[in-house]
């Protein structure tokens, strides 16, 4: 019998490179593995520079479109961004119905449709288009989703806010995480996004499968009970770690790449809050201080503060909006210059990560970065911002699987200067991390060539869309 066509499957990125580079990667990777294609489908409200770049240098397999912009000017000021996500995500649904029907015309059959965790109320239009098959992406970890998931039971059994909760949040399989520390659009249950979130915990039981972008040996509690099913929820495939190949050229890279060519091997802490995030004033500058005290090699990617704008002001897109040096203690550039670089704004993170004289990694635990530091096998200071970043942190430091040292929260200099230097040439908690961090490259390696718990997990996933099951 004639093999079945290559599945072609549609999938929707909700705001945020986070969110795009993860289901890229997943796109390519069906693309190069399984022979299928795959449209990316894109909101309006991010068609940024640095987006529109990304999307057009991805293989011909992978194509993107936009759906028309939706008007959110009646949501009020300072809205949360899981806020903003949800809901141009719900009412795009017509609009995607359409985009949906459309693909199915034109590739004459549509294998699959994903959504990712802000867009699970895009069920609906695939639902209305008659698209069989619906999935979910999860670019974060199994903590995350096992805390989603259970949602709705906690909305009715927790009293009061997470953050005053006396013991910490037990979930089956995970890391207790302390009340302050539970995913940020959580934490005010007043707030819209408190709601929204409790939604898309039971939306998710929609899902026909639940492919998340991580590994077992990371978070081997909740992958062990994940990976068995369970009648009130969908099955779950830890798919991960897919991170980007490499970079595209931007104006730092060579900057940054000429200067770690000139550092010893592994002498340089890496420190960068991601796409988006940014530090209040007071706390650039202990961290300025800090690196100086720590006596190691640092390479910086420095934002202007968020006290000069959200928190997350960055993160529709990545340029910082004023000049990020001003901010800085006076006279640091110069009296660090023989061991630290500044770079505003943006680096090549994957080049960095993968270089040689890179030996550590401050960030602010987003997903992805996790992901990239533990696929080159860089060890972590942990500097949690918002989203689902701190409990990324406890999950990651000694309470959990120990790739990471927290820096504590009163961000003193003195702190963060011991955090980096244990982590780089300590012999205690740094020597343990470091040993940790180098096994976990190894697993997310195995995982994912042939035969590995990755690769298998995907393959199964394309045999239930070529073949006829959900
Ligand atoms: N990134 C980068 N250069 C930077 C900052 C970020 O290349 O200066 C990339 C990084 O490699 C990662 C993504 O942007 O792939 C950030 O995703 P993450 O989940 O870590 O954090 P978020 O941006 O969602 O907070």
Redesign the pocket.
């Given at each position: 019998p004639a093999s079945p066509p290559p599945p072609h499957v549609a999938m929707l990125v909700t705001p945020?490179?986070?969110h795009l580079?993860p289901l890229a990667e997943l796109a390519k990777r069906l693309a190069s593995r399984h022979g299928a294609t795959a449209t990316l489908i894109t909101f309006a409200s991010t068609a940024s520079a640095t987006q529109r770049a990304f999307l057009s240098s991805l293989p011909p397999a992978v194509s993107s479109l936009s759906l028309p912009p939706v008007d959110l000017s009646d949501l009020p000021r300072g809205a949360a961004i899981e806020t903003l996500m949800s809901e141009e995500c719900a009412r795009s649904v017509p609009a995607l119905t359409d985009i949906l029907l459309g693909l199915k015309r034109t590739t004459g059959r549509l294998a699959a449709f994903v959504a990712d965790l802000f867009g699970a109320d895009s069920f609906d239009a695939a639902r209305d288009a008659g698209v069989d098959r619906r999935y979910l992406f999860i670019?974060s970890n199994l903590h995350v989703l096992t805390l989603i998931l259970h949602l709705p039971e906690l909305d009715a059994s927790v009293p009061g806010e997470f953050r005053d909760l006396a013991e910490p949040l037990r979930l089956p399989g995970c890391v207790p995480i302390p009340g302050p520390d539970v995913l940020m659009p959580l934490q005010d249950k007043t707030n819209p996004c408190y709601k929204w979130m409790v939604h898309h915990g039971s939306k998710y039981r929609e899902a026909d499968a639940i492919l998340v972008n991580s590994f077992d040996a990371v978070e081997p509690g909740p992958a062990k009970i994940l990976r068995q099913p369970a009648p009130w929820r969908p099955v779950v495939y830890p798919i991960g770690p897919l991170?980007?190949a490499d970079?595209g050229g931007s104006k730092n890279d060579a900057a940054c790449l000429e200067w770690l060519d000139r550092q010893p091997d592994r002498s340089v802490i890496f420190v960068?809050?991601?796409?988006?995030?940014a530090l209040p004033t007071e706390q650039m500058r202990e961290l300025a201080l800090g690196l100086e005290l720590s006596g190691q090699r640092f390479l910086w990617?420095v934002r202007s503060p968020s006290d000069e704008g959200a928190v997350n002001d960055n993160?529709y897109d990545?340029e910082s909006k004023k000049d990020p040096f001003a901010y800085l203690p006076e006279g640091f550039v110069e009296r660090t210059k023989e061991v630290g670089l500044v770079v505003p704004?943006?680096?090549?993170?994957?080049k960095v990560l993968a270089h040689r004289a890179t030996g550590g990694f401050l960030?602010?635990c987003?997903?992805?970065?996790?992901l990239?530091s533990l696929v080159h096998g860089v060890p972590m200071v942990a500097w949690p911002l918002y989203?689902e970043?701190r409990q990324n942190a406890v999950m990651l430091s000694a309470e959990g699987v120990g790739a990471a040292i927290r820096v504590p929260e009163s961000k003193g200099r003195e702190k963060i200067a011991a955090a980096v230097r244990e982590l780089m040439e300590g012999e205690g908690s740094g020597a343990a991390v470091r040993a940790k961090v180098a096994e976990l490259q190894k697993a997310a390696a195995e995982g994912l060539q042939e035969g590995g718990a990755a690769a298998a997990a995907l393959a199964e996933v394309v045999e239930k869309w070529t073949g006829g099951e959900n």
């Open positions: 945020g490179m986070g580079i670019p991170i980007q970079t960068s809050f991601g796409s988006g995030g990617v993160y990545a704004s943006w680096a090549p993170q994957i960030t602010h987003g997903w992805n970065s996790v990239e989203a970043q």
